[in-house]
């Protein structure tokens, strides 16, 4: 059987997106008052669930997922530099612990995957139309 091979820009994206819906999954259940109620599991699952999608949706090679990570990616460096910001500024803001476990994994993962995802080379990697590809 001739398996067709993944490309690793396929792999590394895929990957990517996979991995951090499971760490905000965790990281948000962590955060999360005990006992646990069902709302807010339920809205921590459906928000790491969309990570997923979308690493699901890179994995079919389709190219709006691609400009979906794109914007992702864009979005996670800008609020970083928002937060920087206010940091500088000494403005007291806190935030919980999740999404300071997140943004040690999201930022740097997102200033490397954001050129890639950019370039020609990612762009002949998910070629493929939403609808009837």
Do not use: K
């Amino acid at each position: 059987m001739d398996r067709q091979v993944v490309p690793t820009g396929v792999w590394v994206t895929v990957a990517f997106f996979a991995a951090g819906g499971v760490l905000h999954l965790g990281a948000t259940l962590h955060d999360l008052p005990r006992p646990l109620a069902f709302w807010p599991v339920w809205g921590a699952v459906g928000r790491a669930l969309l990570n997923v999608l979308l690493a699901w949706g890179l994995w079919r090679r389709i190219a709006l997922c691609r400009s979906v990570a794109m914007v992702y990616c864009l979005a996670v460096l800008a609020t970083d530099l928002v937060v920087l910001g206010l940091a500088f500024a000494r403005v007291p803001v806190r935030f919980p612990d999740s999404v300071v476990w997140e943004s040690l994994y999201e930022v740097p993962s997102c200033a490397l995957l954001l050129p890639y995802l950019r370039s020609s080379r990612a762009a002949a990697l998910f070629p493929r139309p939403l609808i009837g590809g």
